[in-house]
C-alpha cells in the first residue's frame, strides 16, 4: 500500500515527538551524582586532642588509621599547622572559638562572659548557611564555641565520653546525610569528643595494641626538667611522676584506640557518601584542635604546653585537592576563610586567618614566615622555618628553650645558652615580642608575676 506525502510527514513528526512526548516516563530516575550541587559539599571532622604523627601514613607505624591513611594518601596535608595557643587550661575552647570566628587568640571573645555572639561578628556557620549550605554539627557540648554552634541549622550536642562516643556522633551524621536534598550542598562540622580523655574505646579496638610492644618517644622523660607553670595541672595528674614506661605505654595503647575507632566511624560516612554518589562532589577537611604529649613526650601529658607535639593534622582530600604536602606555617583559624574559598562565599574582612587553598592548589608556596603561640600567663612560643623559641615566666623565674627544629625536630637539645647561636636567639626574641604587641599580647611577660594588663 503506497503512502501518501501527507501521511508519510505525520508518520515523520510522530516519530520524531515520539521521544518528547514519552521522555519523562522512560527515562532513568535521577540519582544524587546527577543532581550534585554547583558547590562542593564540605565535611569537617575536628578530632579532639589528636596529635599530627597518630596516622600511620604520615609516619606512625604502630597506629591502625587505613581511612585517614585513604584521605591522605589521595589528599593534601600540611605538616605546621598549629592551634595559637590558650589563656586557659582548656586550650579546646579557644582553638574552637578561633577556628569558628577566624580570629587570633586575644582578638576572640572572653570566653568567661560571651555567651552569644558580640554583634556582628562573623561566625563560620553563618558564612556557609549564606552561601547556600546546609549546616550540620554534631560534637561535645563543653569546651566549644556554644554561640557559634547554635547558629547550625541542625546541631546535636553530646555530654559526657563512653566507648561509643566516636559511633553515637557518626549515627547522628549518617542520619542527617540519608535525609538530605542532594540538589544542596551541605556543611557537616563533625567534632566527637575523641581521643580525649578518658580515652574508652570498644574491645576490638583496645585489643589492636598491646602496652607491651608500643614505643615511646625519643623525648621521653621521667620528669620536664623544670616548672613550666602547670607540671601539677589538669592533664599532668592523670599518671603520676615520675612518668614510667609502662604507664605511658597504656597511655598510648588507650589513645591509639580511640583514634582506630574514630577512623573506622569516618570510614561508615564516607561509605555512605560513595554509596549516594555525593563523594566525588565532597571535599573532606581532617584536622584537631590540638594535639597533646600523651606518652610522657619532655615528661608531659596535656596540651598546655609548646612543644611540637601540641600540633594537630591537617589534611585535605576530595575533588580539586590534589595529592602532595606543605611545610608552610599555617595556624587553625586559617580554615574558616579556607571554607569560606572552597564553598565560593565572601570572606568576612574581619577576619585574621589566611586560605590556605593557594598553597593545596600550588598557586603558592609559602605561609607565614613565623608563628606565635601562648599558653596562660607563663610560656610564650615563635618559631619561623628553621628555628623555634619558647620563652617561660613562672612567677619570676625563666627559662628559655631555644631548637634548630631542622636538626632536631624532637626537641632535645636546648641551644638558648650556646653563645654559637647567640644571634638566632637574639633574633627570635626581637620577633617574638614584636609579634605580641602586633597580636595584643595581654601579659606583661618581664614581670616577676606576669598576669594580664588591667
Known amino acids: 500500500m503506497m503512502t501518501t506525502p501527507c501521511c508519510r510527514t505525520r508518520r515523520f513528526l510522530a516519530i520524531a515527538l515520539l521521544p518528547l512526548l514519552l521522555g519523562p516516563a522512560i527515562a532513568h530516575p535521577a540519582s544524587a551524582a546527577d543532581i550534585k550541587p554547583r558547590q562542593p559539599n564540605i565535611l569537617f571532622l575536628l578530632a579532639d586532642d589528636q596529635r599530627w604523627d597518630t596516622i600511620r601514613a604520615l609516619g606512625n607505624q604502630e597506629i591502625q588509621t587505613p581511612q585517614l591513611d585513604g584521605l591522605v594518601e589521595r589528599g593534601f596535608h600540611f605538616t605546621n599547622a598549629y592551634c595559637m595557643g590558650g589563656m586557659i587550661a582548656a586550650v579546646c575552647t579557644p582553638s574552637r572559638t578561633m577556628i569558628a570566628t577566624g580570629r587570633s587568640l586575644w582578638h576572640i571573645p572572653d570566653w568567661k562572659t560571651t555567651k552569644t555572639a558580640p554583634p556582628g561578628m562573623p561566625l563560620l556557620p553563618l558564612s556557609m548557611a549564606g552561601a547556600g549550605y546546609v549546616t550540620f554539627h554534631c560534637g561535645k557540648r563543653g569546651n566549644e564555641c556554644s554561640y557559634a554552634n547554635a547558629t547550625y541549622a541542625t546541631n546535636i550536642e553530646l555530654d559526657g565520653r563512653t566507648a561509643e562516643s566516636a559511633t553515637d556522633s557518626a549515627d547522628h551524621t549518617l542520619t542527617f546525610l540519608r535525609g538530605h536534598d542532594p540538589q544542596r550542598p551541605f556543611f557537616i562540622y563533625l567534632a566527637p569528643p575523641v581521643p580525649h580523655d578518658p580515652r574508652l574505646a570498644p574491645a576490638e579496638f583496645t585489643r589492636l595494641y598491646d602496652p607491651a610492644t608500643i614505643k615511646l618517644s625519643p623525648n621521653f622523660l621521667a620528669q620536664h626538667p623544670f616548672d613550666n607553670g602547670w607540671l601539677t595541672g589538669r592533664d599532668e595528674v592523670l599518671a603520676p611522676h615520675p612518668r614510667t614506661p609502662e604507664v605511658m605505654r597504656q597511655h598510648l595503647a588507650d589513645y591509639y584506640a580511640t583514634i582506630s575507632h574514630f577512623d573506622q566511624q569516618v570510614g561508615r560516612i564516607l561509605d555512605l557518601l560513595r554509596e549516594r554518589g555525593l563523594l566525588d562532589n565532597t571535599i573532606v577537611v581532617y584536622s584537631s584542635d590540638q594535639g597533646l604529649a600523651v ?153 616577676s608575676n606576669p598576669k594580664p594588663a588591667s
Open 295 to 447: 606518652g610522657g613526650r619532655h615528661g608531659l601529658m596535656g596540651k598546655q604546653n609548646l612543644y611540637e607535639h601540641v600540633k594537630p593534622p591537617l589534611i585535605f582530600a576530595g575533588p580539586g585537592i590534589p595529592r602532595g604536602k606543605s611545610d608552610a606555617l599555617v595556624y587553625l583559624f586559617d580554615l574558616y576563610p579556607t571554607f569560606c574559598e572552597l564553598a565560593g562565599a565572601p570572606t568576612p574582612k574581619s577576619l585574621e586567618g589566611h586560605s590556605l587553598l593557594g598553597i593545596v592548589q600550588g598557586r603558592e608556596q609559602r605561609g607565614r614566615d613565623e608563628l606565635l603561640a601562648a599558653f596562660m600567663h607563663t610560656q610564650r612560643m615563635l618559631r619561623d622555618e628553621r628555628w623555634k623559641l619558647i620563652e617561660y615566666n613562672v612567677s619570676g623565674v625563666k627559662h628559655s628553650q631555644l631548637f634548630d627544629l631542622s636538626r632536631d625536630p624532637d626537641e632535645l637539645h636546648n641551644l638558648a645558652d650556646d653563645p654559637r647561636f647567640a644571634a638566632e636567639r637574639a633574633s627570635l626574641e626581637e620577633r617574638m615580642t614584636r609579634a605580641r604587641h602586633e597580636y595584643n599580647d595581654p601579659v606583661d611577660f618581664t614581670a
